[in-house]
């Protein structure tokens, strides 16, 4: 035995050439149990302990369990006995980290290592040499550790250590796969063989620093030992491919080692990587040094793709009053959608990474979740929405658009510039009337711009109804002038002051009535809202009375 090894773990090579010295052979009352334990000196702490039971005709099976010991828990070792049989028993806890074998055909990970004895005095020893030994295996494990610290070296580590596994009557080939061009995307092909030949084939993509630390585990399936982790906030930022195409997201990543060994190096292996996989990410995002800047780095990311034979065609005007179009084209046919916004609109914190299908969303919502975006399909418009989705063909682009969408959101500004009366006048009566069968006028009443009338004639299923408002600025609260949007109509809602009825509504010329709010039917947003702007400075111009 090499001195390195005595020097380092001479203690635990002693108290298992002790166990070893106390396993033999055991007769209970109608079968026999031969039992060896034999381990290299380069690794003392992995155990290989062959049990050959016979029974009374001479018919034996011989069972080979294979483990760390200093994966076995030292404060689940204790004695056992049934009528004719007494037994040590070591466990591992939740993990089955015990390889199984009978006859040499590969069994099911065990949690548990019994081991016969002749007598009590027998099962001390064997108990005491367990308990002794378990400690000091795992301190050697430990000690032949050795991982890279660095991303670079991290990631060819975990290549070089994602193999082919034999797994009884399944091999699995994988291999780890990375992205040359980005720090953190790793792919991982997957192959499935049975007896019959190939089973399955995937890939899955994620990025590294997406995985959260503390789910990155071991995990035992009967004759298989994977290692899985979730995305962080269990978002599903893995692509599945199955067979060539794209077959949706998931939030899980599994790998497969060749023993619970192997699993728990993977594990510290990943662990250590996530955190510098994500500052390295980080670092890929782009630097906008402008709003307008950030504008022209969006529009440009905003670009074609093709997924599964589906064409998407898209586009982003770089202007803070955007318009984002997006055609789609596949075998039943094309859909053609488009979405007029404000980013000054748009909720910062909202701003998200979804997944649909087999795309990425960038998707925003507005503030306080106002029905603020013009939306149309296939030339037709549809209601007003909350939600704006760009879509990405992967995590990196998605990424990338997500953190320039935050920046121009923070930069974008929402004041409106007031207009004057006379601006105020021709934007009322010059939108298209009759497409929203509304036409609408405000004029000045005794000279003063501060006494107004709006008349309002409306057409619907050839009936005709007229309105006439009269009222005083300084009677309305400027402080809630707003935008109000139902469907797909827009409009400016005008209450008075402490909601008192003081707008003088006259319906067809002749019913009269009190109101303390009315409304200005506007052609969109951008004009509704230099309408509230243009209202609301009129308003305040006017001398309280």
């Known amino acids: 035995m090499s001195g390195a090894v005595l020097g380092q773990g001479g203690d635990l090579v002693r108290h298992l050439e002790e166990l070893k010295k106390q396993l033999g052979e055991v007769k209970a009352d109608k079968k026999t149990y031969r ?29 080979r369990a294979v483990l760390n010991l200093g994966a076995m828990d030292k404060n689940l070792v204790g004695r056992e006995n049934s009528k004719d049989l007494m037994w040590v028993s070591a466990r591992s806890g939740s993990l089955p980290v015990i390889k199984t074998y009978e006859d040499e055909v590969l069994g099911d990970y065990s949690s548990v290592l019994e081991l016969y004895c002749k007598d009590v005095d027998n099962a001390r020893a064997v108990e005491e040499a367990l308990k002794a030994a378990i400690p000091l295996a795992d301190a050697a494990w430990r000690k032949t550790i050795s991982l890279p610290t660095e991303l670079p070296a991290l990631r060819s580590w975990l290549v070089a250590h994602v193999q082919n596994i034999d797994a009884g009557d399944v091999t699995l080939k994988q291999a780890l796969v990375l992205d040359d061009k980005h720090p953190a995307q790793t792919w991982l092909t997957f192959e499935e063989y049975d007896k019959k030949g ?72 990943l662990q250590t990587a996530i955190p510098l996989a994500r500052t390295a990410s980080e670092h890929t995002l782009p630097k906008a040094t402008s709003l307008q800047d950030g504008l022209h780095k969006l529009s440009q990311l905003v670009q074609n793709f093709t997924i599964n034979q589906e064409n998407h065609e898209q586009s982003l005007t770089a202007a803070q009053v955007a318009t984002y179009s997006h055609r789609t084209a596949k075998e039943k046919g094309t859909t053609e959608e488009q979405y007029i916004f404000n980013f000054a609109d748009l909720s910062e914190p909202s701003v998200s990474i979804e997944t649909s299908k087999q795309v990425f969303l960038v998707e925003a919502t507005t503030a306080g979740k106002q029905s603020l975006i013009e939306v149309r399909k296939d030339g037709e418009q549809q209601n007003y929405t909350q939600k704006l989705a760009l879509q990405a063909p992967d995590l990196a682009t998605a990424k990338q658009m997500q953190h320039l969408l935050r920046y121009i959101i923070k930069s974008s500004s929402n004041k409106e510039a007031p207009h004057d009366l006379a601006w105020l006048r021709t934007s009322l009566a010059g939108f298209d009337e009759r497409q929203v069968g509304v036409q609408q006028k405000l004029e000045i ?36 002038v707003s935008l109000k949007v139902k469907g797909k109509n827009v409009e400016v809602a005008v209450p008075t002051r402490f909601g008192e009825e003081l707008i003088k509504e006259y319906t067809n010329g002749d019913k009269i009535k009190y109101a303390k709010e009315t409304t200005f039917a506007v052609p969109g947003i951008a004009t509704g809202k230099s309408v509230v702007a243009t209202l609301q400075k009129l308003v305040r111009d006017c001398p309280k009375k």
């Open 35 to 63: 039992q060896e334990v034999s381990y290299t000196p380069e690794q003392p702490y992995r155990l290989n302990i062959l049990t050959e039971e016979t029974d009374s005709k001479g018919k034996s099976i011989k069972r």
């Open 198 to 269: 190939l089973k399955k084939a995937e890939k899955f993509g994620w990025d590294l620093g997406d995985l959260h630390e503390p789910s990155v585990k071991a995990q035992v399936r009967r004759k298989q030992v994977m290692v899985e982790a979730d995305i962080r906030q269990k978002q599903e930022f893995v692509s599945v491919e199955q067979d060539g195409k794209k077959n949706g997201f998931a939030r899980t990543v599994s790998i497969a080692t060749e023993d619970v060994d192997q699993a728990q190096l993977l594990v510290l292996a």
């Open 445 to 480: 009443r005794e000279g003063s711009t501060c006494k107004v009338a709006l008349s309002v004639r409306k057409e619907s299923n050839k009936k005709v109804d007229e309105y006439l408002y009269e009222f005083n600025l300084y009677d309305i609260d400027a402080d809630k």
